[in-house]
């Protein structure tokens, strides 16, 4: 099982970007998907979720309004687009998958995850 993350960089505050995740060696379709970061110094906390037929979305109070996450079930990719990005979003970025389908904000639900892309705003 792979997740491989990619998209991060250096983006200005108030700028947009989007994270891709590439998943590859599950049933796709059977996992809810999630977004996770770490920050500097601090824990590492969810971001928000999505679930295996992407009906349903579930965001971190911090998330909600800004960051969105999508998936495309053809291709085994889910997608994290950030909008109005500001200094408290740099973090390391990491996308998570959920074998219990829930998209649950408890990391221990998750059961693979990719290695992290970095995402520095500067203001």
């Known amino acids: 099982v792979q997740l491989q993350a990619s998209g991060g960089g250096l983006v200005q505050a108030g700028g947009s970007l989007i994270l891709s995740c590439a998943v590859s060696?599950?049933?796709?379709?059977?996992?809810?998907m999630g977004w996770f970061r770490q920050a500097p110094e601090k824990e590492r906390e969810f971001v928000g979720a999505?679930?295996?037929?992407?009906?349903?979305?579930n965001y971190a109070e911090s998330a909600k309004g800004r960051l969105t996450i999508y998936r495309d079930n053809a291709k085994d990719m889910v997608y994290l687009r950030m909008d109005r990005l500001n200094a408290e979003d740099t973090a390391t970025y990491y996308c998570?998958?959920?074998?219990?389908?829930?998209?649950?904000?408890?990391?221990?639900?998750?059961?693979?995850w990719g290695q992290g892309t970095l995402v520095t705003v500067s203001s």
């Open positions: 998570a998958a959920d074998k219990y389908g829930r998209g649950h904000p408890e990391s221990s639900e998750y059961e693979y």
């Open positions: 999505i679930s295996p037929g992407a009906l349903t979305t």
């Open positions: 060696g599950l049933h796709f379709t059977s996992y809810a």
